[in-house]
Every structure is written in C-alpha cells, then in structure tokens.
C-alpha cells in the first residue's frame, strides 16, 4: 500500500516537473525578438532592420538603418504591404535619426501578423508621401525562431499531462481499494 501512495506521489510530481519545463519553454519561445529586413524603396540606397521585441505587454521596436541622412525620417506601422499599404497608419513609430530610433507600443507580435502591416520609413516630415524603405509584417515575413523549442515544450507538456493524469487515476484506485477493504 505504502509502495503504491509513494509511486502516485512521484508520478505526480514529475508530471508537475514535466509541465512546468513545458509551460517554461513555450514563455520562453514567446518572448524571442524578431528580426526583419527594411529593403529600400524608391533608390533611396535605405536599408537596415525592423527588430520586434515583447516588452512589458507590447512591443519595442527598435530601426537601424544605414544609406539614410541625419533625419528625422518619419516611421510608421501601417495596415497593408509594402506593395499595396492604407496610407493611414495603425502606430506612428519615433522618428529615424541618425540611422536609428526606438518606440514602445501596445500591441504583439501575433496581432501585427493577424492581418498585413508594414513598417515604412518616410525620406522626410515634409515629404511623407515618399517612401525610402519597408517590411512586411506577415506570418510568412517571421523567421521560424523557436519553433523545435515550442515542439519540446508541448510534447514534454502532453507527457505531463498524461503522467499526472495517471497519477490520479492510481490514486482513486487506492482510494476505492481502501475503501473496500474498509467495508469488509
């Protein structure tokens, strides 16, 4: 009887172990940058990176670009593509200056990739309507980061699972043994 509540009991809490590296793993994977391309637009010799990183509920997005003046170029985060983009746009991102700029925002990554958006780089606050640099921001646009991680992760989480799933069933069997042997 003794032998059994101790093997429940392991079972149980390497199933507790298992979920937790699980539950672990999958924050982990969530919680990695993304790193995209601008490309230029228009001759503009602008290129450089978009990098998207969790942050407090939303996300940091940092640019860096090279080929650019000293700026400001406005930046902004807009519903469509680069190709086909609603010129309204959905964040207004800080200025580039100097080939660079930082902004918080409240929104993740899984709801930029819900629907097309891009980031687009403006040569100038008075020449918006020129375009010098854009990406993508689509589920296709994302590099597969962390993917094997999230597998583990939901394996190791099925597995558990399972583990404490059949801990508990061995603890009701003991249950109903004892139970019986009490009303004999």
């Not at 902004?76 to 964040?91: A, E, K, R, V």
């Amino acid at each position: 009887m003794m032998a059994r509540l101790r093997q429940r009991t392991i079972a149980i809490g390497f199933g507790l172990v298992l979920a937790l590296v699980a539950a672990t793993t999958i924050a982990a994977a969530q919680d990695q940058s993304t790193t995209l391309q601008l490309v230029q637009q228009n001759n503009s010799g602008i290129s450089g990176t978009a990098t998207f990183t969790p942050s407090g509920g939303g996300l940091k997005v940092d640019i860096k670009v090279t080929g650019a003046g000293a700026g400001p170029e406005p930046t902004h985060i807009h519903p469509g593509s680069c190709g086909q983009l609603d010129p309204t746009p959905q964040f207004t991102l800080a200025s580039v200056t100097n080939g660079s700029s930082t902004t918080d925002i409240q929104t993740t990554m899984a709801t930029l990739t819900s629907s097309p958006h891009a980031v687009h780089m403006h040569k100038s606050v008075d020449e918006v309507s020129v375009y010098v640099a854009c990406v993508d921001i689509t589920p296709a646009s994302l590099p597969r980061t962390g993917q094997s991680e999230s597998m583990t992760g939901l394996i190791s989480g099925a597995a558990g699972l399972s583990l404490l799933g059949l801990g508990l069933l061995l603890r009701r069997r003991v249950q109903r043994r004892s139970a019986k042997a009490g009303t004999s």
